[in-house]
């Protein structure tokens, strides 16, 4: 979400005549976009905006932090980074461009850095979740994101999003279907729909028709784009991931077989202080439900280890659930305090060595997990989307599965942007690797 929101903001600079340059050291405007889902992503900006400042020693720099943490913080940002000319919230990207422009007129108007007029904009602005709609393609770019909602209205406890991201709010169905039509008439042939809750999509807004919810309705209008491929979103909730949605995977040839499924923990008892407002078991009968209908699904998961009060009884069942699903992978994350949820109260708070104990023994499972789950497609031939040249070695493609597994493999460039198989013969947990075939 935050890789599209930096796109909406460069395709913006870029539209009033900025260039975008990959050396900081040549920048005129440095703006850090930032995420305040744990502290290390804060602490890492708040580096990284430290160590930027040097550029601004011979002449004028603009600097700006965008997003969850300037929202969060606010102008108590300017105490600890004086150096900060714009922070701006979540709500507010899309005036990004302006503040920039009136920045610049004004530092270079002055000659000088130390005088501060710094733009604090973190106002909740009506319809803001439709300002996130530009998009700035690369060269034969053939996967898109595509933003339909923002914000969340399920408070689990542990969560900065609510307080960073606002509440649900979702854009119409016909401005996302003609913003698909738009990308895939410019080449596009793969769409990841995002949202903090993103099968509940709507469910203030718009009504249910059929039985089936406004999200539904939206993969069945995608369905209908000639020249998209493929549908991914992410991520959903446990909780209205409802029939309709189920069945749209064996009914809708376009949507992909994987889905990021956040568990968060697998002790009822956590799940309850988390207020996830599912149990273990439902989850394992989701997951059951969604198997039957979709047998070569891929699913993938998002873990806290460490969440207040947390014994080892409450661990153990979390590692059990990992083992009875058998994941295709998972991010693992150590609870991270977060500054005005109801978890950062909690009693029994634990220290960071049995995070870290808890951590790195589920990674050791789940990783166990992935290898097998790659293993199932050696001496199998799959179909690929090709994105381009492999980023550690440019002589080979890469290019992803419908389960959204990362296939590197050598071949023509001319295959990037296209449809292709490959037939794999040989894997690790995280890539798989083979030869082009011919379709
Ligand atoms: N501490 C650790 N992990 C968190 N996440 C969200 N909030 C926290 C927190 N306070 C994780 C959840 C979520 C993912 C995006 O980040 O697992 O699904």
Same mark, same amino acid.
């Given at each position: 979400m935050n890789e599209r929101d930096s796109e909406q903001v460069a395709q913006m600079l870029i539209a009033r005549g900025h260039t975008i340059t990959a050396e900081a050291e040549g920048a005129d405007v440095v703006l850090l976009n930032t995420c305040s889902v744990r502290d290390l992503a804060e602490q890492k900006a708040l580096g990284k905006m430290g160590m930027l400042r040097a550029l601004s020693r011979n002449?004028?720099?603009?600097y700006g932090f965008l997003g969850c943490m300037a929202q969060s913080r606010g102008a108590a940002l300017l105490r600890e980074v004086p150096h900060l000319d714009l922070i701006v919230g979540t709500q507010k990207f899309h005036r990004v461009a302006d503040y920039v422009d009136q920045a610049i007129e004004r530092k270079w108007a002055a000659r000088r850095d130390d005088i501060r007029f710094s733009v604090v904009d973190v106002e909740e602005e009506q319809d803001s979740q439709s300002?996130?709609?530009?998009?700035?393609?690369?060269d034969k770019q053939v996967t898109a994101f595509v933003s339909i909602m923002q914000g969340c209205n399920m408070h689990c406890t542990f969560c900065i999003v609510p307080y960073t991201r606002g509440h649900e709010r979702s854009r119409p169905p016909a401005e996302i279907v003609k913003e698909v039509r738009a990308l895939v008439a410019r080449g596009v042939k793969e769409v990841t729909l995002l949202g903090q809750i993103?099968?509940?999509? =709507?469910?203030? *807004?718009?009504?249910?028709?059929d039985g089936k919810s406004p999200f539904v309705q939206l993969l069945d209008a995608l369905q209908q784009t000639d020249g998209l491929e493929r549908i991914r979103f992410t991520s959903p909730h446990?909780?209205?991931?409802?029939?309709?949605?189920?069945?749209s995977f064996a009914r809708l040839p376009k949507l992909v077989e994987h889905i990021h499924l956040p568990l968060q923990s697998g002790s009822n008892r956590v799940l309850k202080a988390m207020?996830?407002?599912?149990t273990a078991e439902k989850y394992i009968s989701l997951v059951d439900r969604i198997r039957a209908v979709t047998p070569d699904v891929a699913i993938t998961t998002d873990i806290i280890v460490g969440f207040? =009060?947390?014994? *080892?009884?409450?661990?153990?069942k979390t590692r059990e659930l990992v083992d009875r699903v058998g994941f295709d992978n998972a991010f693992v994350f150590k609870y991270s305090k977060r500054k005005g949820t109801p978890a950062s109260q909690m009693e029994g708070q634990l220290p960071d060595s049995v995070k870290e104990e808890r951590n790195q023994d589920l990674l050791e499972l789940v990783n166990r997990w992935a290898k097998r789950r790659n293993e199932i497609f050696l001496g199998k031939t799959i179909e690929i989307l090709c994105e381009g040249a492999s980023k550690t070695n440019s002589d080979r493609l890469v290019g992803r599965t419908r389960g959204n597994k990362i296939v590197v493999f050598e071949g023509a460039r001319e295959h990037?942007?296209?449809?292709?198989?490959?037939?794999?013969?040989?894997?690790t947990g995280y890539t798989l690797y083979g030869e082009p075939v011919s379709r």
């Open positions: 002449r004028p720099v603009i300002t996130i709609r530009d998009h700035l393609l690369g993103v099968n509940l999509y =709507g469910r203030h *807004e718009f009504p249910s028709f446990p909780i209205g991931f409802r029939n309709d949605l189920i069945e207020h996830r407002t599912y207040p =009060g947390e014994s *080892e009884q409450d661990y153990a990037t942007g296209n449809l292709l198989n490959v037939r794999i013969h040989r894997c």
